[in-house]
């Protein structure tokens, strides 16, 4: 596999991206473990690390049905840190 956009910044960053999309596997992250650890508090912190990407995609798609569902996400994520 070829990741097309690498990431040379906190770990966590990628993480959260992980499952964005479509969920993934619980093995994926334990999988992940045995090679780094993955902070106890990481799972509080994943919605902060996707903020950037819920505002991508709907920048890109707007009002349509795609944008409209990551709207929603960005607006749970940013009622969970207010």
Partial sequence: ????????????????????????PDDVLGAYREILPVDPGFAGRRELWRLPAYLAVVAAAGTGPFGRRYLDRLAAAVRLYR
């Fill in 1 to 24: 596999m070829i990741d097309a956009a690498p990431y040379f910044g906190h770990p966590e960053a990628d993480l959260a991206l992980a499952g964005y999309f479509q969920p993934v």
